[in-house]
């Protein structure tokens, strides 16, 4: 992760990005005006108020003091205030809106695109990368775009606000501070890059701790038994303490920063007293430049770098923000390369809202016409000119080793694969002439390790047909052999199965996802390896399950255990992507072939598992 | 309660460990307080010198002095301003110290429980790593170790310089005028209670945030590592509502904090200016009453007083709020640091070990479990025999390998290596003479090379070569592109159980050891690979050998075959003898006998297979 960041880190700013993800992301114009505009409000005030300050000095505290203004001056000043909480309250209320409308947004709208992707996405796309870009990267920006605007707007403003005013009220104290801005800003600007990248280098080294740390508790048995106690110590020791000094290093550069500027801020401040003075001396009556006007320019001088840091500090963020902004982009505009034509999605409706009135009854009958595949990124076909007939309602078993291209023809089937070149067609029409959504309708499907949500064991069965009542979920179960240790469970069907299901053993998660197939009422059913990660003990229930669900449905059985598929109706063995040989498990045998060893091989070790564990 | 306890009981035993550099922090954190608050005093001075009110101002005579060497007021402001310049030089530079310093405490802390951490979690025993969540281990020695040195280094100082600034600031007001320091401190409970009672607030709401966010994650996990299941049953549109429901939940929790942040900072900026007019109020009576004894000059500088002070009031409240937080970070790295190190309990002998071993009448029970595992378990082995333990999951065969190499111990009886009690035997000794191969061996993310000659990293190259040839890996490597130098899991250099298997055997063949125990650790390979590294090692070692299987094909050829049955030995002998008894061992042997007829027999016979 650390390293992607790296990789899309811009150097200059680009308003192009930043016009897309503002178009992509702000809805919520009012909020974002609203935030603005309290912004304003705010500003002007902080302007403000010294100007009251700087009266109350002249006038009341004068060698000639005059109270006939007091009451005014209090209701003057307790408005300001009042307008202050009031624009404070305002401006934080809009820019929180303005933060979660962005990441609710970016969310929604990555979370959106990510349903439409195919599969050649995920594959080359770890989850973690995805993660990242939904939590940081979404509230780096989410940030910027809220308190990061809000920030820089309310510096900026205060910064030209100090300089407009003390234009009018003096002209050369306004020179000597225009003339600082500059230099505060390059010198803010240059140490915030240097410190992060110090942070950088920290941060970098924290990660190897941390992995340093997941290897040691993960290798703890290993180390043990090969007495590396100390090594491992040795080792980690140099890593903790080169991280201590970079982190010190750090350190320093970031101590050096706020004193600096600070004491620069009151070389300002010294200017600003001598040369003001000056002018008090000068005008002893008071008439054009009273210690009043003085105290303003203090008070804005001491006041003047805090705006000034700020914008350096948001225009830095703004370039880290820019690399999370172009990885948001990335992530909500990757088009998918499996899409349905514009006039399948006319007649028959996108992914997210389904046209069913148009949607042609399936047989499930399955041909593979000259159909070559390769995976994306890659030089080998997978599978060329490949040909398949499967009838409807057929059990057909894909037998080979890894890689012979068996859990290929099935993604394909599927559509999570388009092929290169040829076509398949469903009921005798390519199946890219009806909608992605119209044949997943009608698809089950049923993986080696079990997908399961973390919800109820009921609303897990119902993620195959969502309008299930309770009764059919039952039924479903029931089909599934699964009802009997689902009324085992604590809570029966209303069991929260935890994260990932893993308050279930493997094959109660099987046969829940075997139910969740069975309620889908599929005319196509997909087992990819259903059965391999079962342990003996619930062999036997599922391998009855598989029989009563794959009754009258076309299915595609993808198999490492062979035991599973005697009874299909046709077995494909695959080698390199070529059918090797092709029968059933009996004229198989029976030719003595690839099949024959195969399976002589499984049966033997099969078996002598199985009776070592019944003796 | 009792968890508040233990987490101050570390942190006060933190604070006792690192109390110097504590109190060094605090100190110059408080000077550096203290030295702000004559800041206001310079702009005073230089005021009532422009002003000529002739008030006092508390600066050292010493330094009036050196302004008045100016001669003319304006000479004197001239001084005076850069006077104050260099004062913020020598306050900069302190507090660069302060700040380099400050950090390397908190660094030397962090460096310290790190370290300590590692290595006691790595003592811990064998027992407990098995059922240890990785993850939360992971984030207490991340951080939590954060939370308690930003404690120590920083909020513990920033805590108790509030005091100072505050004590200084009253000081320095108190000397411009009595009456309008007693005002202008009407802010500080203010601040105080709001800011304590808000970040108390946000400290709860935070806690339903997360959880709130930590679901919409397991969302997009679940998503993401369902995809196949998500498209096959076209439940695109549910999965976006799910996570849409989930969404506005964590949007709408956000957005009521902020609601309440709003109030909360709305009403800080508006007591502030409040307490600025309230000075201001009665600074005009008083001059009103009493005209001429509230000069410009003092206002200022109480103003500026104020100002400093009322952040670090406000932020005091947040510290607070925060103690919680640290105590249960505290508490979290107590409960690690109270586990006992399995070498606390250990034996002192380092005997010679040859490699005869003697099980006399062990008894051995898991910690939580209620009934024995091995029951008055006897067996005898000679230095040098290979002998293979055979039986079913679970009826402790693999247990004989955790005890032996002392990473369990056992409850009663008796075992005896080289006629020496195992637990009067130092357990880094039993472990250096003992080589166990587990079954799921870890391989370290370094090059095979370096996985090989882990436990010794100065060993000839000849030598790995040598080993890993022993253990049928030497093909396997060479066969890699980067050969020896391929990093452990590595992209796309991902090894297979069987070779990850073979390499930890070769690692544990780099060290001469008396005694070699497979733990399952062939159980990966084929037969063929199997056969060839037991004959293979048979060949060149003299060690004894234990090995631990359920496949009888690699336990034909041992000297001694040992059968457990219900935590005992039920039968002893070679292959020869036992095939002929009666008895688990022949069934199993008649069993592969009869599986290659029974083969035969299905595929004349039926289909059925089952």
């Not at chain 1, 403003?157 to 003390?166: D, E, F, N, P, R």
């Not at chain 1, 740390?213 to 048995?221: K, L, R």
């Not at chain 1, 600096?260 to 401040?269: A, D, N, P, Q, S």
Request: a neutral charge; one cysteine or more.
């Amino acid at each position: 992760m650390m390293e992607d960041q790296e990789l899309y880190s811009a150097e200059h700013f680009d308003l192009e990005t930043w016009k897309r993800i503002l178009k992509i992301i702000v809805k919520d114009k009012k909020s974002l005006v609203l935030m603005l505009l309290a912004v304003i409000v705010m500003t002007c005030i902080d302007i403000g108020y010294p100007l009251l300050n700087k009266y109350a000095l002249e006038t009341f505290f004068s060698e000639t003091p005059n109270f006939d203004s007091v009451p005014f001056f209090i209701i003057l000043y307790s408005l300001i205030a009042l307008s202050m909480g009031v624009s404070v309250w305002a401006f934080i209320r809009a820019a929180a809106k303005v933060e979660e409308r962005t990441t609710f947004e970016i969310r929604m709208q990555a979370f959106k695109n990510l349903q439409q992707l195919s599969f050649s996405y995920f594959d080359n796309t770890p989850t973690g990368w995805v993660m990242a870009r939904m939590t940081s990267d979404a509230r780096r920006l989410a940030n910027i775009i809220s308190w990061g605007l809000v920030d820089f707007l309310w510096g900026f403003l205060l910064m030209i606000g100090i300089l407009i005013i003390s234009f009018f009220i003096n002209w050369r104290l306004a020179l000597i501070m225009t003339a600082l801005l500059p230099i505060f800003i390059v010198i803010a600007i240059l140490y915030r890059k240097k410190i992060l990248k110090e942070h950088r280098e920290v941060r970098k080294i924290n990660s190897h701790i941390t992995a340093s740390y997941n290897e040691s508790f993960m290798a703890a048995n290993t180390t043990k038994t090969l007495v590396l106690e100390d090594d491992n110590a040795q080792e980690f020791n140099d890593l903790a303490e080169k991280y201590k000094r970079r982190a010190i290093r750090a350190a320093f550069f970031s101590s050096l920063f706020w004193p600096t500027i600070l004491f620069l801020g009151y070389i300002g401040v010294a200017i600003v007293t001598y040369v003001g003075g000056k002018m008090v001396l000068n005008d002893p009556l008071g008439i054009l430049f009273t210690t009043g006007t003085l105290y303003l320019f203090v008070d804005y001088a001491i006041k003047f770098f805090d705006p000034v840091m700020i914008v350096a500090r948001v225009l830095t963020d703004l370039q880290q923000a820019q690399a999370s902004a172009e990885r948001v982009i990335s992530l909500i505009e990757t088009p998918s390369d499996i899409v349905d034509t514009p006039e399948v999605v006319e007649k028959y409706g996108t992914l997210f809202e389904h046209k069913k009135e148009n949607w042609e009854p399936i047989e499930g009958a399955i041909t593979f016409d000259n159909v070559s595949f390769r995976y994306k990124n890659t030089d080998n076909n997978v599978l060329t000119n490949f040909n398949l007939e499967i009838k409807a309602g057929q059990m057909v078993a894909f037998v080979g080793e890894t890689g012979s291209g068996k859990s290929t023809i099935v993604n394909l089937i599927s559509r999570f694969y388009e092929p290169t070149e040829g076509r398949i067609l469903i009921d005798g029409k390519d199946y890219r002439e009806r909608s992605i959504s119209w044949l997943h309708a009608n698809l089950g499907y049923v993986l080696q390790t079990p997908q399961l949500f973390s919800t109820t064991i009921k609303e897990n069965i119902r993620y195959g047909k969502l309008d299930a009542t309770d009764e059919e979920v039952i039924a479903a179960a029931k089909l599934a052999n699964a009802h009997n240790f689902i009324l085992e469970q604590e809570n029966g069907y209303d069991t929260y199965i935890g994260e990932g299901g893993n308050k279930l053993s493997t094959g109660q998660k099987q046969l829940i996802s075997f139910a969740r197939a069975v309620i889908a009422n599929p005319r196509i059913l997909v087992l990819d390896e259903a059965t391999s990660s079962i342990d003996t003990e619930n062999e036997k229930t599922i391998l009855e399950a598989m029989q009563t669900v794959l009754k009258g449905r076309t299915s595609l059985v993808v198999a490492h255990r062979l035991s599973t598929i005697v009874n299909a109706d046709k077995i494909v063995v695959l080698r390199n992507g070529v059918v090797v040989e092709e029968g059933t498990h009996r004229e198989l045998l029976n030719a003595k072939g690839y099949y024959f060893e195969l399976y002589r091989n499984q049966f033997m070790q099969e078996l002598e598992q199985k009776l070592i564990q019944d003796i | 309660m009792e968890q508040k306890k233990t987490g101050y009981r570390f942190l006060g035993k933190m604070i006792k460990r690192y109390w110097l550099m504590i109190v060094i922090i605090i100190a110059m954190s408080s000077f550096d307080s203290f030295t702000y608050t004559y800041v206001p005093l310079f702009i005073k001075y230089i005021f009532s010198v422009l002003t000529n009110d002739g008030s006092f101002v508390n600066l050292p005579e010493w330094l009036k002095s050196l302004f008045a060497l100016g001669g003319t007021p304006l000479m004197i402001v001239l001084f005076a301003g850069f006077g104050l310049a260099i004062y913020q030089l020598l306050r900069a530079i302190f507090k660069i110290v302060m700040g380099v310093y400050r950090n390397y405490v908190s660094e030397q802390v962090s460096v310290d429980l790190r370290k300590e951490l590692y290595n006691h979690i790595q003592n811990l025993s064998y027992a407990y790593h098995n059922n240890v969540d990785r993850g939360d281990l992971i984030q207490r020695c991340t951080s939590d170790i954060d939370v308690v040195r930003n404690f120590l280094s920083r909020q513990m100082a920033e805590m108790l310089s509030v005091f100072a600034i505050l004590g200084a600031s009253v000081y320095q007001m108190y000397r411009i005028n009595p009456m309008l320091t007693w005002v202008s401190l009407i802010i500080v409970p203010v601040a105080f209670t709001s800011s304590l009672w808000y970040f108390l607030y946000v400290q709860k709401k935070f806690a339903q945030i997360e959880e709130s966010e930590a679901k919409l994650m397991t969302i997009i996990q679940e998503n993401l590592a369902a995809v196949r299941v998500v498209k096959a049953f076209a439940n695109e549109k549910h999965e976006i509502e799910k996570f849409l429901e989930q969404s506005i939940d964590y949007s709408e929790r956000n957005l009521a904090l902020n609601s309440t942040a709003s109030f909360f900072w709305a009403f800080g900026d508006f007591s502030t200016i409040m307490q600025y007019l309230l000075t201001i109020t009665v600074a005009i009576v008083i001059m009103k009453n009493n005209p001429g004894t509230v000069h410009s000059s003092d206002i200022i500088a109480i103003l500026m007083l104020v100002g400093s002070y009322i952040w670090p009031v406000r932020g005091l409240g947040r510290i607070i709020g925060d103690v919680g937080k640290t105590s249960v970070a505290a508490y979290r790295l107590q409960e690690v640091f109270d586990i006992k190190d399995e070498f606390v309990d250990d034996g002192k002998l380092l005997p010679e070990i040859k490699g005869n071993i003697e099980f006399k009448n062990v008894w051995f029970k898991f910690e939580d479990a209620e009934e024995y595992l091995l029951r008055d378990f006897n067996v005898k082995i000679n230095a040098g025999e290979t002998v293979a333990i055979i039986g079913k999951t679970g009826s402790g065969k693999s247990t004989l390998a955790k005890i032996l190499t002392r990473l369990h111990d056992y409850q009663k009886g008796s075992v005896l290596i080289d006629g020496v009690e195992l637990k009067e035997i130092n357990k880094k000794h039993v472990r250096r003479n003992i080589g166990l191969i587990l079954q799921d061996p870890f391989l370290f993310s370094k090059t095979i090379y370096e996985n090989i000659a882990i436990t010794n990293k100065n060993v000839e190259r000849g030598r790995v070569e040598q080993v890993a040839q022993l253990a049928s890996m030497d093909h396997d490597i060479k066969g890699f592109e980067k050969g020896y130098e391929t990093v452990v899991g590595e992209r796309g250099a991902t090894l297979s159980g069987g070779q990850k298997q073979r390499i930890a055997i070769a690692r544990m063949l780099l060290d001469e050891k008396p005694i070699l125990i497979f733990d399952d650790s062939l159980s990966a390979l084929d037969s063929e690979t199997d056969l060839m590294i037991r004959t293979a090692l048979k060949r060149h070692k003299t060690a004894t050998m234990l090995i631990i299987t359920h496949k009888i094909t690699s336990a034909k050829q041992a000297d001694k075959i040992v059968v457990i049955e219900n935590g005992a030995v039920s039968q002893i002998g070679t292959h020869e003898e036992l095939a002929k008894v009666d008895g688990l061992y022949k069934k199993l042997w008649d069993i592969q006998g009869e599986l290659e007829a029974e083969f035969l027999k299905v595929v004349q016979g039926g289909g059925d297979a089952s």
